[in-house]
């Protein structure tokens, strides 16, 4: 089955201690990319890649990380967070950039 | 600047009724236009996008979007609404200065018996 799947579903961290959030698709997609969803904000793009060990910054970057050095994978990683990072967190997956994306079923993060 | 409106939070229709959702966008050059469903807790589905050529767009689960150039607006629409279409909605433009998408707010529909 063609998907994109993201673990943990759900994760409660303590503050300053480093997270990965794993990001992994199986349908050999070029783009991949990282969002935020919080209640009134809608969708922000955290980063995003057009392609393996090419990676952007996209609306709020601040505080995360990304690499691509695989086309399947695209790992998420705080390296110190903070309660301002407690969101619901997607990655998707695209052909190129034509932008019908498929997404993982989303990563629930709180930080106390 | 780029960008995409919802004018409404949530949308109440009763079951068997058609519903709208309304989408308007700014965009430079051609318009690229999505609309995606979140179901509670689950993540996004793709429905049905707009690049060229019909300006009556048909996707998954019965929606439609219509394309309307003069008024830049890209709204979703749905003959008769099921329960099941109960949902938040996302209209996204892509921005062609980089391919990323603009997200709207999203929208809530509330379909009831």
């Known amino acids: 089955e063609a998907q994109v799947t993201q673990n943990p579903r759900y994760l409660i961290t303590v503050t300053g201690k480093k997270l990965t959030v794993t990001c992994s698709q199986n349908m050999n997609h070029e783009y991949m990319s990282w969002y935020r969803q919080d209640p009134g904000l809608g969708l922000r793009q955290i980063y995003y890649s057009m392609n393996v060990e090419v990676t952007d910054k996209g609306d709020v970057p601040e505080g995360y990380k990304v690499s691509r050095k695989e086309k399947r994978n695209f790992p998420l990683i705080l390296e110190s967070p903070s309660p301002n990072q407690t969101s619901l967190y997607f990655c998707?997956?695209?052909?190129?950039?034509?932008?019908?994306?498929?997404f993982g079923s989303g990563t629930r993060l709180t930080v106390v | 600047a780029q960008s995409v409106a919802q004018p409404e939070d949530q949308v109440n229709v009763a079951e068997g009724n058609p519903l709208t959702v309304k989408c308007t966008y700014s965009v430079s050059g051609n318009p690229y236009l999505f609309w995606y469903v979140q179901y509670p807790n689950r993540g996004l589905q793709f429905l049905l996008k707009?690049?060229?050529?019909d300006n009556l767009v048909k996707g998954s689960y019965g929606f439609e979007a219509e394309f309307n150039k003069s008024q830049t607006s890209f709204h979703l629409k749905k003959p008769s609404a099921l329960v099941s279409d109960s949902a938040l909605y996302f209209c996204a433009v892509r921005d062609n200065s980089n391919y990323q998408l603009i997200w709207g707010a999203g929208t809530k529909l509330i379909i009831k018996p």
């Open positions: 998707a997956s695209s052909p190129g950039g034509v932008g019908n994306y498929t």
């Open positions: 707009y690049i060229t050529g």
